[in-house]
């Protein structure tokens, strides 16, 4: 009797309703857990996508701004009185067409010691270039080359330096043309595009110094 008394005690019969609808309801918590998983797994996966997509378009928008401006250089080295370096049309020209062309900081021609010979930057100062990175790359390789962030000795604006080797028909190189990205003008060009918020971009130079951040970039430029 002792033992039947148990079985029907309240706090045993609470017990087992307890359990019993916990079984009830454990398919429906089941579903519930699973759809709230499935939630954050969808928003973690939009946010993913989100973000890949952004990559994608920046490293496009990159790519095209190299190649824009690889372009231009070739144009500019086939002007004779550039690819002569008769001054002082060369300065000339070189000044003309930098207020043709947005988003570029200078353009310059240099010897193959580093001596700038004209540039477009007015009034003309001597300068070398012998101690940049692009300097040496394109000594080196003979090819076209994308350098470093750098503050530009005659501009005093953050640039990056990009430089096109002109060769002789044996291949060495008489001059090198460069012309300069204008990183405030290409940080004020991403701040335009209104990117979604909270967004958080950053470019790096092969050094890993930040040449392009979004937002704020007067913050985090050349870091």
């Known amino acids: 009797m002792k033992q039947l008394f148990n079985i029907f005690n309240p706090a045993t019969l609470r017990i087992r309703l307890t359990l019993l609808v916990l079984l009830a309801v454990a398919p429906a918590l089941a579903l519930l857990f699973y759809s709230a998983g499935s939630a954050r797994e969808r928003e973690a996966n939009r946010v993913y996508q989100n973000a890949l997509t952004l990559a994608h378009m920046v490293q ?5 701004v190299i190649s824009s401006a690889h372009q231009l250089l070739i144009a500019i080295s086939k002007i004779p009185n550039v690819r002569n370096t008769v001054l002082p049309g060369c300065n000339q ?4 067409l930098l207020k043709e062309y947005e988003g570029y900081a200078s353009m310059a021609m240099v010897d193959t010691t580093g001596e700038m010979l004209c540039t477009s930057v007015v009034p ?7 101690d940049r990175l692009w300097f040496r790359e394109v000594v080196k390789k003979k090819e076209f080359v994308v350098g470093e962030y750098v503050i530009g000795r005659l501009t005093g604006l953050p640039t990056l330096t990009l ?8 291949e060495n190189i008489e001059r090198i043309l460069t012309i300069g990205l204008d990183l405030n003008w290409q940080n004020q060009e991403f701040a335009n595009q209104h990117l979604p918020p909270q967004t958080v971009l950053n470019v790096f130079d092969q050094n890993g110094t930040i040449v392009t951040h979004y937002p704020d970039p007067e913050q985090w430029l050349g870091k």
């Open 124 to 130: 003309f100062q001597p300068v070398n270039y012998a």
């Open 93 to 96: 020209t070189l000044s003309e």
């Open 60 to 64: 496009n928008q990159q790519q095209e």
């Open 163 to 170: 430089a096109l080797p002109l060769k002789d028909e044996q």
